[in-house]
Nanobody, 118 residues
Framework: QVQLVESGGGLVQPGGSLRLSCAAS????????MGWYRQAPGNQRELVAT???????NYADAVKGRFTISRDNAKNTVYLQMNSLKAEDTAVYYC????????????WGQGTQVTVSS
């Protein structure tokens, strides 16, 4: 079973930056997408950013221009650089990996808390 281990969350002031990382516990084959979701209290989990294979990154409108997703295929690692953070970015951020293109399997990290507050 694959485990996804996230790091980089924490408390930051509005306008600040954080970088999230997510590393897989072992090599994953047939990755069709890697990405990040978030869930704020009382809200449903929502897409933040994803990189399909093949393809270009996709971002939620709320984070376009502020967040950048990247991946290191050799290390099965995905990153999320978050700049110009706002209070409404406060949430638990979850790493997501999907394998396969017809029959798919989804893997999730345990989540890392990001709190934007002065």
């Amino acid at each position: 079973q694959v485990q996804l281990v996230e790091s980089g969350g924490g408390l930051v002031q509005p306008g600040g930056s954080l970088r999230l990382s997510c590393a897989a516990s072992r090599i994953i084959f047939s990755i069709s997408a890697m990405g990040w979701y978030r869930q704020a209290p009382g809200n449903q989990r929502e897409l933040v950013a994803t990189i399909p294979t093949p393809g270009s990154p996709n971002y939620a409108d709320a984070v376009k221009g502020r967040f950048t997703i990247s991946r290191d295929n050799a290390k099965n690692t995905v990153y999320l650089q978050m700049n110009s953070l706002k209070a409404e970015d406060t949430a638990v951020y979850y790493c997501h990996v999907r394998t396969g293109y017809v029959v798919v399997q989804d893997f999730w990290g345990q989540g890392t808390q990001v709190t934007v507050s002065s």
